[in-house]
């Protein structure tokens, strides 16, 4: 008489474990696409980060695949903050009325914020996008000038991206140098101020 085979039992514990699998893959998917931005853990300790969320209109994502340059700007909006701007780039991700960002912001404290990862393009500076850094700094008034503490932060954060990057005071440029747009307002209008901008860094 042929032997008969014993089918074997599933263990009544696979499909649970099969189901705390997906639901732990549902949480990790669902975790890494809500929470916030995290450190990139590669700035100096006296920069704040307070990185956008990945959108179309100020964080689009890409990566910037050299650095050639960096680039200064004036936020052009007399009496805000480090932290207003950082808002207003960070609500684009919703209103979509325009694309705009920046790598930094200087408040009018010398706080300095940064918005998009050292290794994103930013929305800042045209066609210089994909091979620069670009630094917004704030200003009390409609002469675009900076107060003393945004200017001694400007000097200090640029002479460390010109550590980092390699770069000399040449390959630091205004905003107006690449579109002609009269940014940094004060420093486009009065261009021996950005001279010793320029001479500032290399003392």
């Not at 014993?6 to 890494?32: D, E, T, Y």
């Not at 680039?71 to 960070?90: E, I, K, M």
């Not at 409609?142 to 400007?154: E, K, M, W």
Request: with cysteine; charged share 20%.
């Amino acid at each position: 008489m042929p032997t008969r085979v014993k089918k074997r039992r599933r263990s009544p514990l696979l499909p649970a474990l099969i189901i705390l699998v997906l639901i732990g893959a549902a949480f990790l998917i669902w975790r890494l696409a809500f929470s916030g931005p995290q450190p990139s853990g590669n700035l100096p300790d006296w920069v704040t980060e307070k990185l956008l969320p990945v959108n179309p209109y100020s964080r689009p994502g890409e990566p910037l695949e050299e650095v050639n340059g960096v680039v200064v700007h004036y936020v052009g909006n007399p009496g805000t903050t480090a932290q207003q701007n950082n808002s207003y780039f960070r609500n684009l991700a919703a209103t979509g009325e325009t694309y705009a960002s920046s790598h930094f912001l200087i408040g009018l404290d010398g706080e300095i914020i940064c918005n998009v990862p050292l290794d994103e393009i930013a929305y800042c500076t045209g066609p210089r996008n994909v091979d620069t850094i670009s630094i917004e700094c704030c200003h009390p008034d409609d002469t675009g000038a900076f107060t003393q503490a945004t200017y001694d932060s400007l000097i200090k954060l640029v002479r460390w991206l010109m550590d980092e990057y390699h770069l000399d005071t040449d390959q630091v440029i205004r905003h107006y140098d690449v579109t002609g747009k009269e940014c940094p307002l004060y420093y486009v209008r009065n261009p021996e101020a950005w001279e010793q901008f320029k001479a500032d860094l290399q003392e």
